[in-house]
């Protein structure tokens, strides 16, 4: 059993954690690699282990069989494409504030163990993959566990844009953005903006408007067959922003298309602990009815 471990380095300082964890780990029987999650920005000062051999994701990821995280909900998303491709089963530890998609915590290590023996079950989640088409040239294509986000600019006083599904208008939206969401994003930004709140198993396709200036826009729930189209206004000189899962703004200008349609390749996520849904929100979020 090989296990990559994952610290984001700003969370996991000195990466402690996965340290201890290589230990348990190691003792159970598991082969480890430690890894970074990307590459830490040019300057930064960090509190790395001198006498620890750091391998890359890109070199352990296709030899795998598991790859555990230790950082907040943003460094397993950041995970999970690279993840997704090698067919390799996540497990977040959480070292930030909510970490909704953690299956441990900080004080929790000691339970990996059962992971050296494949003492384990893995949960499937629906991703979405996204491309955007300015005519008829794919610019850009990433995949999503949480969310496609289109918002207007800083300077723009209110975005436009239609969204479609399989080529049928659902409606026009006209406020802040729009969120397109798998049911585990139905948790993050897109609860925030009113959205329901989906089990992460389920398989549908979340649009949620942003401060919409309508009294008719609602929240939509769509079978995840559907292919949704986001759409500009040809003409329109306001620049729009689209953001996947939190990433690297991509700049979007009239006419432009983001069509969002299922990934072929559902995210694992590996499940320990015998905790519902339901008792993640309670102590995540304060409960649904509090």
Known sequence: MKIVLSANPYRDKGMRAALE???????????TALCLPFQPKKGDRLDL???VTLSTMEEELPGAD???CFGGDGT?????RDATRCGVPILGVNMGSVGFMAELERGELPLLAPLAQGMYTVE??????????RGNKVIHEDSALNDAVISKGSMARVAEMEVLAD???????????????TPTGSTAYSMSAGGPIVEPTSSCILITPVCAHQLTARAMVLAPERIVTVRLPRGNRKYL??????????????GDRVEIRRSGRPTQLVRLADRSFYQVINQKLGGLTQ
Do not use: F, N, W
């Open 49 to 51: 282990p001198r006498h």
């Open 167 to 181: 080529c049928v208008k659902v409606t026009t939206i006209t406020g802040d953005g729009v969120i397109v969401a």
């Open 21 to 31: 964890a290589r230990r348990i780990l190691e003792h159970a029987g598991a082969q």
């Open 241 to 254: 922003y689209l953001s996947i899962d939190g990433g690297k703004a991509v700049r979007l200008t009239g």
């Open 124 to 133: 499937d989640r629906m991703m979405l993959d996204i491309q955007v088409l």
């Open 66 to 68: 598991l790859l555990v």
């Open 76 to 80: 397993i998303l950041h995970a999970a």
